[in-house]
């Protein structure tokens, strides 16, 4: 009788690490849509891919799975928010995987706590500047589509420079040169999109950084985020703020691609490719 217990609770343990294994391996693509009666009409449709915490993980060689997910997805532009690198890895890791995103649509990149936190943000945006990406540092572009227009803006990660603009001085700038504009914003954390970002007047935000909560348990939006916040919130998905935001502020939290930098591996929360697409509607 005992050895048969233990024959279960062996094929009990396989299973839950072959389990662990999968969650980690598999890349899943995931299909959202935004709606937003402020969307110029000749926005309608436009496809989004966000991609956000690789920490230079490899999906294949040269990360082709990765690329091929998201060429299927037929974006219209691909958005990068951060935490590409980190202290275990360097640019020359993801040059591949950025060399074929930028053949598949433009791609607009803003930068992780962990690209400033290992020194190499500057050689990050420099180097991808050179393969075709729009870095945005702190600032805005004109997105252009069937004679109308919507603004896309980014920002650096807080882990920045200490003298760098503000995301508020950054707002101000946007409403300044248009009283209304539709606007979209690349910020990589999370954490502060609730009673900071979403004052600042985007339609909508993209963030990463919380790895999607790392193990999503049942009934949670996660066990534990980047800030080592038990059971958090604003981890993957859509929320609205509930402190003090604009009335239109809208966030998508992506769950990410890599694995915490301390080799903390995902539960329940495979990578994900996100896939956003915009709409006219309330």
């Not at 870095?135 to 420079?161: K, S």
């Not at 909560?213 to 534990?224: K, S, V």
């Not at 009335?247 to 929360?269: H, K």
């Amino acid at each position: 009788m005992k050895q048969k217990r233990r024959k279960i609770a062996i094929a009990v343990l396989a299973a839950l690490l072959l389990g662990v294994w999968w969650d980690n391996m598999r890349l899943v693509t995931e299909t959202f849509t935004y709606a937003d009666a402020a969307l110029p009409e000749a926005f309608e449709g436009l496809r989004v891919v966000q991609l956000s915490d690789l920490h230079a993980r490899q999906f294949g060689e040269g990360n082709a799975r990765l690329i091929a997910a998201v060429e299927r997805a037929k974006p219209d532009l691909i958005a990068l928010t951060g935490d590409f690198v980190d202290g275990h890895s360097n640019v020359a890791d993801i040059i591949p995987l950025v060399d074929g995103l930028t053949a598949i649509a433009p791609v607009y990149y803003v930068t992780g706590n962990h690209e400033w936190g290992s020194g190499q943000a500057q050689t990050v945006m420099h180097t991808l500047r050179a393969l075709g990406v729009y870095c945005l540092e702190n600032e805005f572009t004109i997105l252009e589509r069937g004679g109308e227009h919507i603004l896309l803006a980014g920002i650096h990660d807080p882990n920045g420079f200490a003298d760098q603009k503000t995301p508020e001085e950054l707002a101000r700038e946007i409403y300044a040169a248009e009283d209304d504009p539709f606007w979209l914003l690349l910020a990589h954390r999370n954490n502060l999109f609730n009673g900071r970002y979403c004052r600042l007047g985007a339609n909508l935000t993209l963030c990463g950084h919380a790895h999607g909560g790392i193990w999503r348990l049942p009934f949670t939006d996660g066990l534990i985020d980047a800030t080592k916040t038990l059971f958090p919130s604003y981890t993957s998905g859509f929320y609205t703020c509930t402190d003090g935001g604009h009335e239109r502020a809208t966030v998508f939290v992506s769950r990410g691609l890599g694995n915490s930098p301390r080799g903390v591996p995902r539960l329940l929360n495979p990578p994900q490719v996100a896939v956003i697409t915009l709409t006219r509607g309330e």
